[in-house]
């Protein structure tokens, strides 16, 4: 999509909230509908960027999870290796 089309959305937009969707339709020879797909895609970009931030802290919590648990393994697997030793 061009950076006018996109451009030309997003004031369309701020221009609908700023006097209702009704007006700025009439004002600029659109169709309400247009508007209201136009925000509703906004609105879904924006959730789903949320989403996806959310998303991207856990698998960075998990990751840190999963790095101390092989840590862990790690140092039981060195522990278990000495103690074997030792019963021989």
């Known amino acids: 999509m061009s950076k ?3 451009r030309f959305r997003q004031e369309t937009l ?4 700023r006097i209702g969707v009704a ?5 600029l020879s659109l169709y309400e509908s247009q508007i209201y797909t136009w925000r509703s895609k906004l609105q879904q970009q924006h959730s789903s960027s949320g989403h996806e931030q959310e998303m991207s802290t ?6 840190r999870q999963l790095a101390e ?5 790690a140092i039981l697997q060195k522990a278990a290796t000495y103690f074997a030793k ?3």
Do not use: F, G
């Open 86 to 88: 030792r019963l021989k």
């Open 69 to 73: 648990k092989d840590e862990e393994l």
């Open 58 to 63: 856990e698998i960075a919590c998990l990751k």
């Open 4 to 6: 006018l089309l996109t």
């Open 23 to 27: 007006a700025a339709a009439r004002e």
């Open 14 to 17: 701020k221009l609908a909230e």
